[in-house]
């Protein structure tokens, strides 16, 4: 996205991929250039600023102690670039993240009466939205409205 909004950073992706093509993301060397291209797009003078939002961090499987340890050095080196990351409370992810340069922890737990209200609007709306779009009849809206609530009470651990 960041180079969808700010075109002239592709030359830090075209660096790399004109010397190794498709290969440079395909084989088990593509987190390394993945990383360093992300740095070099970071480090790039055109940057004023980036926001960096890491959504589910606990969901990831494979490399998650590379990807913290990136977050982590990304935060303390480059100053223009802000994070956001979500996870549920893990232990190991608050004591790795809690050295990050100004590390301000949110937990939703604590406010998750408001979180369900805004989710709750946040998918009323929505489906207000794909109603017009495809001519949903009322019963149509409250059985998708009655299913994506029934399913995000469980990610957010509230009543909606």
């Known amino acids: 996205m960041l180079v969808d909004q700010q075109p002239s950073l592709i030359s830090q992706v075209r660096k790399r991929y004109d010397l190794a093509g498709k290969q440079l993301f395909e084989d088990r060397n593509a987190w390394v250039a993945l ?9 790039d003078p ?3 600023r980036a ?25 303390a080196t480059r100053p223009r670039s802000k994070w956001v990351v ?3 409370k893990w232990p190991m ?4 993240l809690a050295i990050a340069v100004h590390n301000v922890p949110l937990s939703l737990e604590l406010n998750k009466d408001a979180i369900s209200a805004a989710v709750g609007a946040y998918i ?5 939205n794909l109603a017009k ?7 149509t809206q409250k059985t998708v409205a009655d299913y994506l609530l029934s399913n995000a009470r469980d990610t957010f651990s509230g009543s909606l």
């Open 35 to 43: 990383s360093e291209i992300f740095s070099s797009i970071l480090n």
């Open 46 to 48: 055109d940057l004023e």
């Open 51 to 75: 926001y960096i939002i890491v959504d589910a961090l606990d969901e990831c499987t494979t490399g998650l102690d590379l990807l913290l340890d990136h977050i982590i050095d990304i935060s």
């Open 86 to 88: 979500s996870s549920r």
């Open 93 to 96: 992810m608050q004591e790795r």
């Open 124 to 128: 009323q709306h929505k489906i207000d």
């Open 133 to 139: 779009l495809k001519r949903y009849d009322s019963k």
